[in-house]
């Protein structure tokens, strides 16, 4: 057991440009969902997967936001014309596909910086 | 609107003592309550978990209280080690709801003191 991976671990960018934050899932979770967290607060749910289908998404989630999971397996996280205030850490978790309510595994996360 | 609310931000203690971290929440959907220790720079890291059927769960040094009523839970770490300096996140989540989301608390930094 590997573990949830991110990649890149940090990420510097100007305001403006797109980035792209990739989440390796424990490999036999179903599951995977993004979350956020600013300095001095909890994370915070973005959105969640059941296998490739993107099943719900927050209001935190602007439509310069995008994240995929085509195959089921890892998925991406993208934002588009990033900003200032869109500087977090951004984690990714796993969990398996159970009736009753299950533990997430977290990742490493990204720390995404927007000069 | 905070569903998850951890009031102390920060917490010391002696090494051997006992630590004992408070939560309250709000909605009285969340049926299943978790608490993660996270150090800088790192994803938070699982310890513990109840569900709302129980109202305590051991595990090692950790165990975790839940009072429903109260719509409270704690957790207590006996003894206290150095390494267990970090920030320590209360999560809850409602069964069915979005895959299970969890909603967390802003979280309580304790410091163990050698």
């Known amino acids: 057991d590997t573990g949830v991976s991110q990649d890149p671990r940090h990420k510097i960018t100007k305001r403006g440009q797109n980035v792209t934050f990739r989440c390796d899932p424990i490999s036999e979770h179903n599951r995977l969902y993004w979350y956020r967290q600013t300095l001095g607060q909890g994370p915070e749910f973005l959105t969640y997967?059941?296998?490739?289908?993107?099943?719900?998404k927050s209001r935190l989630l602007s439509d310069r936001f995008s994240a995929e999971r085509p195959k089921g397996s890892f998925s991406t996280l993208e934002i588009q014309r990033t900003e200032q205030g869109d500087s977090a850490m951004y984690l990714c978790?796993?969990?398996?596909?159970?009736?009753?309510?299950?533990?997430?595994?977290f990742g490493p996360g990204t720390r995404l910086t927007v000069l | 609107d905070q569903q998850v609310k951890q009031n102390s931000p920060s917490l010391s203690v002696q090494e051997g003592r006992i630590s004992i971290l408070n939560c309250d929440y709000t909605n009285s959907m969340f049926d299943y309550f978790l608490w993660y220790k996270k150090y800088p720079a790192e994803g938070p890291t699982f310890l513990i978990s109840?569900?709302?059927?129980?109202d305590k769960n051991e595990d090692g040094r950790f165990t975790v209280f839940l009072n429903k009523s109260a719509k409270h839970l704690s957790l207590h770490i006996v003894p206290s080690q150095p390494g267990d300096s970090a920030v320590y996140f209360c999560?809850?989540?409602?069964?069915?709801?979005?895959?299970?989301?969890?909603?967390f608390g802003g979280g309580t930094r304790v410091l163990v003191k050698p």
């Open positions: 997967f059941q296998n490739e289908a993107q099943l719900e």
């Open positions: 999560a809850a989540s409602e069964s069915g709801a979005a895959g299970n989301k969890l909603t």
């Open positions: 978790a796993s969990s398996p596909d159970l009736l009753n309510a299950d533990t997430q595994y």
């Open positions: 109840i569900s709302s059927i129980k």
